[in-house]
């Protein structure tokens, strides 16, 4: 009898680190590192846009980049599922290029200014966040996937 209650129990554990892991990739709960949870923000954006030369998406003089192709409100489970995907240990572990090309970028925002952002190159593997993240280094390989697939659900993507 004691050893069934021990399995039990075991075997709820296992099931509820699944279904969190789950949860959390799926955008419906933030991860542990999601550092974009303490910001104090109303809306957050996703901009698809030309940052070739090194533009990041708010400039040293905190304007918005210039050349924006396309743009997108997120809802909160966009906002969710984004962050969890940058502040995941697992999106990052690739190699970085030279080059800094942005072209996706996120501005969080309180009262139409800017309190946040991210800079994303696929092409060079890397992003700048005004947020520090807990994790450095280039995409792994699942990271671009998670970065792609949601540009891709924003219509973002080529």
């Known amino acids: 009898m004691t050893n069934r209650i021990i399995i039990l129990i075991i075997a709820f554990f296992i099931v509820s680190c699944n279904n969190k892991k789950e949860l959390e990739e799926s955008g419906k709960i933030p991860n542990a ?17 030309d940052g070739e030369g090194d533009v990041e998406i708010i400039d040293k003089s905190g304007n918005l980049a210039e050349k924006i ?5 997120l809802n909160k489970f966009q906002i969710t599922k984004l962050t969890n995907a940058i502040c995941d240990k697992s999106t990052y572990g690739g190699d970085i290029a030279a080059c800094f090309d942005p072209h996706f ?19 060079c593997n890397y992003l700048i966040s005004s947020v520090k993240i807990p994790f450095d280094g280039g995409f792994s390989n699942d990271g671009i996937k998670k970065i792609e697939d949601f540009e891709k659900e924003l219509n973002f993507f080529k």
């Open 33 to 49: 590192n999601n550092v974009f949870t303490t910001i104090d923000y109303d809306k957050v954006v996703a901009y698809s846009y």
């Open 105 to 123: 970028g996120i501005v969080f925002y309180k009262k139409n200014k800017v309190v946040a952002y991210v800079s994303i190159c696929l092409d």
């Open 69 to 73: 192709k396309k743009q997108s409100t």
